[in-house]
Antibody, heavy 123, light 106 residues
């Protein structure tokens, strides 16, 4: 059974760096084909994809946030860490991590999500 | 690729048939997934590849469409179905989501 749990600060000041951790169980990011994604949702707004990290340490980032995001994994701890630099109040959102399931060339979905963690950026 | 959902919200009774549409700005074949979101809970995958029902999801949920136009249908709305629904395309990177449809009780 796959579970994912996000953790991190509730409040971050503008210009600071936000660090979020996704702790998961039920799969290993050292297994071929596995991947975890980060998605966020500002209050009252739509979901926005942020990043992927793959089993082979390949990474993909949102083009609009690429310069501010870094995603890493620690396979021994079953954790994925997302860092976002130079945060701004517009980065206030619920941040989710999710397991990406691939089932064919180009076919994938987020089959399991964490419950999310609300991060507020304010001075 | 931009995904436009309609309506953004709707009111319905328990037992109603509910249809939500998702239109892509260009063809995405069948690379479209649907999710249900409830406050304080993890989003839940309902439909993948436009029409495949995720394991454990009630059969009253169905998806259809290909190319640019997609539909999520709830055949008989149940009390636990009042939620927000999102579509998401996996055709290319960056993956994108629709704006969401909030289903409320009438």
């Amino acid at each position: 059974q796959i579970t994912l749990t996000e953790s991190g600060p509730i409040l971050v000041k503008p210009t600071q760096t936000l660090t979020l951790t996704c702790s998961f169980s039920g799969f290993s990011l050292s297994t071929s084909g596995e991947s975890v994604g980060w998605i966020r949702q500002p209050p009252g707004k739509a979901l926005e994809w942020l990043a992927f990290i793959f089993w082979d340490d390949d990474k993909q980032y949102s083009p609009s946030l690429k310069n501010r995001l870094t995603v890493t994994k620690d396979t021994s701890k079953n954790q994925v860490v997302l860092t976002m630099t130079s945060v701004d109040p517009v980065d206030t959102a619920t941040y989710y991590c999710a397991h990406r399931r691939s089932y064919g060339p180009g076919d994938w979905c987020f089959d399991l999500w964490g419950r999310g963690t609300l991060v507020t950026v304010s001075s | 690729i931009q995904l436009t959902q309609s309506p953004s919200s709707l009111s319905a009774y328990v037992g109603d048939r509910v249809t939500i549409t998702c239109r892509a700005s260009r063809s995405i074949s069948s690379h479209l997934n649907w999710y249900q979101e409830k406050p304080g809970k993890a989003p839940k995958l309902l439909i993948y590849t436009a029409s495949s029902l995720q394991s454990g999801v009630p059969s009253r949920f169905s998806g259809s469409g290909s190319g640019t136009d997609f539909t999520l249908t709830i055949s008989s709305l149940q009390p636990e179905d009042f939620a927000t629904y999102f579509c998401q395309q996996s055709y290319n990177t960056p993956p994108t989501f629709g704006g969401g449809t909030k289903v409320e009780t009438k």
